[in-house]
Nanobody
């Protein structure tokens, strides 16, 4: 009843830019926060950036100053603008939403809270 769809990944040269997007859809009552995480081969999944419903952002030190997280007016879509990309940014990027989901028939009725993950989008930065 709720799904996250990521897009915008691809192959770029070092120093280039990419813009990732993640759209949440379905029986959503409210969204507390959305964020981006990444996982490189053989590495643990790590936080990249988050933004809460009030617009407060948080960034990993490794991307601060290069990446910008933002959201649309509906608060159901989150973006990650990635500039000055480095080879070490290569990873699968996952979108996560911390949300309250609603009834299939009555979306305004909250049923529970859950973290939802997207399927991931590959970002590859060549040197």
């Amino acid at each position: 009843q709720v799904q996250l769809v990521e897009s915008g990944g691809g192959l770029v040269q070092a120093g280039g830019s990419l813009r990732l997007s993640c759209a949440a859809s379905g029986t959503i009552f409210s969204i507390s926060a959305m964020g981006w995480y990444r996982q490189a081969p053989g590495k643990q999944r790590e936080l990249v950036a988050t933004i809460n419903s009030g617009g407060t952002t948080n960034y990993a030190d490794s991307v601060k100053g290069r990446f910008t997280i933002s959201r649309d007016s509906s608060k159901n879509t989150v973006y990650l603008q990635m500039n000055s990309l480095k080879p070490e940014d290569t990873a699968v990027y996952y979108c996560k939403a911390d949300l309250t989901y609603g009834s299939t028939w009555y979306r305004h009725v909250p049923l529970g809270t859950k973290d939802y993950w997207g399927q991931g989008t590959q970002v590859t930065v060549s040197s």
